[in-house]
C-alpha cells in the first residue's frame, strides 16, 4: 500500500479570469481538480497501467537472451521459472508486453509508467481522492498524490504562467514525515522542505486538522503520538 499524501495548491494573481485560465488549463473531463497530463504529459504507451509483473519477467527474459549475463542470477531465475509455469495464451500477452516495455526503454528510457511517473511527477500515479479529497474551493486546489508530492508538477506550471504565483503544501500521511510549504514562480521556489522536525509537523497539522488531537508536543517542538490508554 503506498503512502498517501495531502496537497494543497492555490493559485495567486489579482485577475479572477487569469486564475481561471490557470484552472482550466490543468483540469480534464477524467480529473476534473488537476491532471498532471495536463502539464507534464506522460508519453502514451507508457500509460498502460494494466500489465502485471509478467511482462516484467518476459522482459527480463529477452534482455538475457539478446545479452547474455547481464542479469543477476536472481533475475535470471525468476523470469525463466515465470516464463516456464505460464499458459500458452497468457505467455502470448506476457511476451507482447515484454517486447514492449523493451521498445519503451529505448525510446523514452522506462520500461512503463511507474519509475517515468517517480521522476516526472515526483509521485508514482496522477492526481487522485474522493470528492472530499480532491475538490476546488474558490482560487484553491486539494488532491492526494501517492508515495510522494508533486514538487515537479507544480514547478512546470509556474514555468508556464510566470507572471502567477503558486502556493504549495503537501504532507505525508505518516504524520512529521516528508512536507513541502512554499511559493513556485517562474519555476523558483522560496519556501522549505521538513522531514521530522517541528516545521514539517506545523506543516502536517495544517493538511491534516482533524488529526492534531490524538497527537501531543514534545520539549523539542516534534510531536509524538499519545497512548492509546
Same mark, same amino acid.
Not at 159 to 166: S, T
Given at each position: 500500500?503506498?503512502?498517501?499524501?495531502?496537497? +494543497?495548491?492555490?493559485? /495567486?494573481?489579482?485577475?479572477? !479570469?487569469?486564475?481561471? @485560465? =490557470?484552472?482550466?488549463?490543468?483540469?480534464? %473531463?477524467? #480529473?476534473?481538480?488537476?491532471?498532471?497530463?495536463?502539464?507534464?504529459?506522460?508519453?502514451?504507451?507508457?500509460?498502460?497501467?494494466?500489465?502485471?509483473?509478467?511482462?516484467?519477467?518476459?522482459?527480463?527474459?529477452?534482455?538475457?537472451?539478446?545479452?547474455?549475463?547481464?542479469?543477476?542470477?536472481?533475475? +535470471?531465475?525468476?523470469? /525463466?521459472?515465470?516464463?516456464? !509455469?505460464?499458459?500458452? @495464451? =497468457?505467455?502470448?500477452?506476457?511476451?507482447? %508486453?515484454? #517486447?514492449?516495455?523493451?521498445?519503451?526503454?529505448?525510446?523514452?528510457?522506462?520500461?512503463?509508467?511507474?519509475?517515468?511517473?517517480?521522476?516526472?511527477?515526483?509521485?508514482?500515479?496522477?492526481?487522485?481522492?474522493?470528492?472530499?479529497?480532491?475538490?476546488?474551493?474558490?482560487?484553491?486546489?486539494?488532491?492526494?498524490?501517492?508515495?510522494?508530492?508533486?514538487?515537479?508538477?507544480?514547478?512546470?506550471?509556474?514555468?508556464?504562467?510566470?507572471?502567477?504565483?503558486?502556493?504549495?503544501?503537501?504532507?505525508?500521511?505518516?504524520?512529521?514525515?516528508?512536507?513541502?510549504?512554499?511559493?513556485?514562480?517562474?519555476?523558483?521556489?522560496?519556501?522549505?522542505?521538513?522531514?521530522?522536525?517541528?516545521?514539517?509537523?506545523?506543516?502536517?497539522?495544517?493538511?491534516?486538522?482533524?488529526?492534531?488531537?490524538?497527537?501531543?508536543?514534545?520539549?523539542?517542538?516534534?510531536?509524538?503520538?499519545?497512548?492509546?490508554?
Amino acid at each position: 500500500m503506498p503512502n498517501y499524501y495531502r496537497n +494543497r495548491l492555490t493559485v /495567486l494573481h489579482d485577475s479572477p !479570469e487569469r486564475v481561471e @485560465e =490557470v484552472m482550466t488549463a490543468i483540469r480534464s %473531463e477524467e #480529473r476534473e481538480v488537476i491532471d498532471f497530463n495536463r502539464i507534464i504529459s506522460m508519453p502514451e504507451p507508457l500509460r498502460d497501467k494494466d500489465h502485471d509483473v509478467l511482462g516484467e519477467y518476459e522482459a527480463k527474459r529477452l534482455i538475457e537472451q539478446a545479452f547474455p549475463r547481464t542479469l543477476c542470477e536472481y533475475d +535470471r531465475r525468476q523470469a /525463466l521459472q515465470q516464463h516456464a !509455469e505460464l499458459k500458452p @495464451e =497468457v505467455r502470448e500477452r506476457a511476451e507482447a %508486453e515484454g #517486447r514492449q516495455m523493451l521498445r519503451n526503454i529505448a525510446e523514452y528510457g522506462y520500461a512503463s509508467f511507474l519509475y517515468w511517473a517517480i521522476d516526472n511527477w515526483g509521485t508514482k500515479w496522477n492526481s487522485m481522492g474522493d470528492d472530499k479529497e480532491m475538490r476546488r474551493e474558490g482560487n484553491t486546489i486539494y488532491f492526494e498524490t501517492a508515495n510522494g508530492y508533486c514538487r515537479p508538477i507544480v514547478e512546470a506550471l509556474s514555468r508556464r504562467f510566470p507572471d502567477v504565483d503558486f502556493a504549495y503544501a503537501a504532507a505525508d500521511e505518516d504524520k512529521g514525515a516528508r512536507t513541502i510549504k512554499g511559493v513556485f514562480r517562474n519555476g523558483a521556489f522560496d519556501g522549505t522542505e521538513e522531514h521530522r522536525t517541528p516545521a514539517a509537523f506545523g506543516i502536517c497539522w495544517e493538511l491534516f486538522p482533524e488529526s492534531k488531537a490524538d497527537w501531543h508536543q514534545l520539549p523539542d517542538g516534534t510531536w509524538e503520538l499519545n497512548d492509546e490508554e
